[in-house]
């Protein structure tokens, strides 16, 4: 989750607002829903990132 953090310069209150869905992974992007000033904004998602993330919640 740090790494998430620091990859897409997420606020800790972004990162816990996160689901699944809001990964476009064909975009290369992150849909930020309700951030600073409650507006919604985009945010790059590298792959590496995206199989990150993919392996995680494989595992659960």
């Known amino acids: ?3 998430l953090i620091y990859a897409c ?3 800790r209150s972004e ?3 996160l689901k699944p869905a809001d ?3 064909k975009r290369g992007v992150l849909l930020i829903k309700q951030a ?3 507006k919604d904004r ?5 792959e ?3 199989e990150l993330l993919r392996q995680y919640y494989k595992a659960y």
């Open 1 to 3: 989750m740090l790494s």
């Open 9 to 11: 310069g997420l606020r």
């Open 15 to 17: 990162l816990l607002n």
């Open 23 to 25: 990964i476009d992974s």
């Open 36 to 38: 600073k000033g409650k």
């Open 42 to 46: 985009i945010a790059p998602i590298s």
């Open 48 to 50: 590496k990132m995206v």
